[in-house]
């Protein structure tokens, strides 16, 4: 399709081939998807940061 990696017709064509592939995708979502702790860590510095912002147009 875009002239890298493997063909999708030659992917299955072996067992090694297939697990290789398969590994790939799981790393791939591993190291994008973000853990909960670090979820709730950034709501929580996004809350302070919100919390101590004031606008020099808000009426006093």
């Given at each position: 399709?875009?002239?890298?990696?493997?063909?999708?017709?030659?992917?299955?064509?072996?067992?090694?081939?297939?697990?290789?592939?398969?590994?790939?995708?799981?790393l791939t979502?591993?190291?994008?998807?973000?853990?909960?702790?670090?979820?709730?860590?950034?709501?929580?510095?996004?809350?302070?940061?919100?919390?101590?912002?004031?606008?020099?147009?808000?009426?006093?």
């Amino acid at each position: 399709m875009f002239g890298f990696g493997t063909k999708m017709s030659q992917v299955f064509s072996s067992r090694w081939k297939a697990v290789t592939w398969g590994l790939g995708i799981m790393l791939t979502a591993y190291c994008t998807v973000p853990s909960p702790e670090q979820t709730e860590q950034q709501q929580a510095q996004a809350a302070q940061a919100s919390a101590a912002h004031k606008s020099p147009w808000a009426k006093n």
